[in-house]
């Protein structure tokens, strides 16, 4: 029988509790003895591991954080803190570690499985930033969070004749902010991986006013050098210039949260089950994702090594649509 463990780090992402139960439904089918660790490398460092059954893992699927709780943990990514896990790991005789979480969750994998330990890892992060999966576990909900609130704003935006610039999550990816601007028809977009000058975007509102436009919406990533903030700054002394009277909303945590939407408890699910697959098959050292459509496995030393790349006429699109 094996001994399995699973835990969720970095942000949270909806979607995370659908993997979770499906790793120990997955695993308790085959006979053996899963276990969640609570508070992700943390947790791990301090032993805060205990047993998961079928039920433990029931009700679940539809919501959104994590059971297990999450955590930024610097210590791991020192060599003493990764050892003080190992130890941890061998008291509670654990064979393997799924690991559900972002670029940095994938790294620490990685850099666990390096001293020996068989670990897979699940991708999840709403930033849609991890190299080995097209789209990450959350990103979906997100998305459709950050819609529902470009829709709403435009309402209220059209009332007053105004512009709004509203921040989107992502750190330092634009995928969120891009596909956001287009799903939700902006006027304009800003994000880290293509700068643009504020004067273009002055420009396009501009445009957008005389064009008789009742509002006009200018999505930007947090990442973007002129975020929000940023861009809120610099048209304090050019908003005349602009026609539209100016607002600001940033989104943050609100995307995060939430019910996550069938397509993340679909991939949640999807890809918990494969990462118990993989365990079963004998593989390790692995980030299970979804590649062009399929469920697809990725060495963690490659995951890591690579930078995954936005489709910048994405970005061209956005701008012939905003008329
Ligand atoms: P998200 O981007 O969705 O917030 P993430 O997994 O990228 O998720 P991070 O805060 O970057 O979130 O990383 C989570 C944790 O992973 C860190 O707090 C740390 O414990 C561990 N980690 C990050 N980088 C490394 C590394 N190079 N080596 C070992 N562990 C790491």
Redesign the pocket.
């Known amino acids: 029988m094996k001994r399995i463990a699973v835990l969720t780090?970095?942000?949270d992402?909806p979607g995370m509790n659908a993997a979770i139960r499906a790793v120990v439904r997955t695993g308790l089918a085959k006979g053996w003895c899963m276990f969640g660790v609570r508070h992700?490398?943390?947790g791990l460092i301090a032993g805060e591991i205990f047993t998961l059954g079928a039920r433990d893992v029931g009700g679940i699927i539809q919501q959104g954080g994590t059971m297990l709780g999450s955590?930024?943990?610097?210590?791991?990514?020192t060599v003493e803190g990764?050892m003080k896990a190992l130890s941890q790991l061998c008291r509670h005789e654990i064979e393997a570690l799924v690991v559900i979480?972002?670029?940095?969750?994938?790294?620490?994998a990685?850099?666990l499985s390096l001293l020996g330990f068989p670990v897979v890892g699940v991708a999840?992060?709403?930033?849609n930033?991890?190299y080995g999966s097209d789209v990450t576990i959350?990103v979906d909900t997100a998305l459709n969070v950050s819609l529902e609130a470009i829709d709403r704003l435009k309402v209220t935006a059209s009332s007053h004749h105004r512009a709004f610039l509203v921040e989107v999550m992502g750190?330092t990816c634009g995928y969120l902010a891009l596909m956001a601007a287009i799903a939700g028809g902006a006027d304009a977009v800003m994000i880290p991986e293509k700068e643009t000058d504020p004067e273009v975007v002055a420009t396009e509102l501009r445009v957008a006013y005389d064009n008789g436009k009742a509002h006009a919406i200018v999505v930007v990533a947090e990442g973007a050098r002129y975020n929000a903030e940023g861009m809120a700054l610099y048209f304090q002394t050019h908003r005349e210039r602009l026609g539209f009277e100016l607002r600001m909303t940033r989104l943050g945590h609100v995307q995060r949260g939430g019910a996550p939407g069938s397509f993340d408890r679909l991939l949640g699910t999807l890809l918990g089950a494969a990462a118990t697959e993989r365990l079963a098959d004998g593989k390790h050292g692995e980030l299970v994702g979804l590649l062009k459509g399929e469920i697809a496995a990725t060495p963690l030393a490659e995951v890591?090594t690579n930078r995954k790349t936005l489709d910048l006429g994405l970005l061209k699109l956005a701008r012939t649509l905003a008329q």
């Open positions: 780090s970095g942000g992402a992700g490398y943390a955590a930024r943990c610097p210590e791991f990514e990764r979480g972002g670029n940095g969750s994938q790294a620490g990685h850099a999840s992060t709403i930033d930033d991890l959350g750190r890591v």
